[in-house]
């Protein structure tokens, strides 16, 4: 079936305004992955659903963010009172069942958010 | 610590040659993976290979293969007869067994193709 979609591809917003990001899983992929790619860098693990649970959200970086997911599909990242620091492309993928650490994430096209 | 190292920020290579991209990593579980991801300048995530801690022959998919050497905790990506297209940012990572799944990325190599 089609990959993981993401929208919108690209949001610009003003600093203090609150932004909601969207993912899309693979159909059938129970295990849905946040990250965070700043300017030149690596990826940076933000939160993990399993199903419609987030067992561990330790990864967000501060209260500003959270994230659910519904339906065991669709999954929201919300940023409140953006700050530009918050500027990056924010990364989903999804997979079948996180159990066996073999089991490969696939990555939608990303965001790209810009906080002025 | 860093938990993946990739110690070459850019390389460049040559059309047709092969090139071998670095990767070392650090863990003190005994069940991981290690994966490599391409990114070219369009953005996307593009899954390449796989090698699982127990496995006991190198992975290969095609072109690429990932020279495992668990003993020095190394996980080369070695392209061989590379190509324009295969210029890109190329990302190894890493999944603990013991991790709720999150992958651990390095920095990322920037590879160029000559032509």
């Known amino acids: 079936g089609a990959g993981v979609s993401q929208s919108p591809s690209n949001k610009v917003t003003e600093k203090g305004k609150d932004v909601e990001l969207r993912c899309d899983p693979i159909s059938g992929h129970t295990a849905l992955y946040w990250y965070r790619q700043s300017l030149g860098q690596g990826l940076e693990f933000l939160i993990y659903f399993q199903g419609n649970s987030a067992p561990d959200k330790s990864g967000l970086p501060s209260d500003r963010f959270s994230a659910e997911r519904t339906g065991g599909s669709v999954s929201t990242l919300t940023i409140q009172r953006t700050q530009q620091e918050d500027s990056a492309v924010y990364l989903c993928a999804s997979s079948r069942a996180p159990g066996s650490f073999g089991e490969t994430q696939y990555f939608g096209p990303g965001t790209r958010l810009l906080v002025l | 610590a860093q938990k993946i190292t990739q110690t070459q920020p850019g390389m460049f290579v040559q059309e047709k040659e092969a090139v071998t991209l670095d990767c070392t990593y650090d863990?003190?579980?005994?069940?991981?993976?290690l994966f490599w991801y391409k990114q070219p300048s369009s953005g996307e995530m593009i899954f390449l290979i796989y090698q699982g801690s127990y496995d006991e022959q190198n992975a290969t998919e095609g072109r690429y293969s990932l020279n495992f050497q668990k003993a020095r905790k190394s996980a080369n990506l070695v392209i061989s007869a590379s190509q324009l297209g295969d210029s890109a940012m190329y990302f190894c990572?890493?999944?603990?067994?013991?991790?709720?799944?999150?992958?651990?990325f390095g920095k990322g190599t920037k590879l160029s193709v000559k032509p």
């Open positions: 990572a890493m999944r603990e067994g013991g991790s709720q799944g999150n992958l651990i």
């Open positions: 863990t003190s579980d005994q069940s991981y993976g």
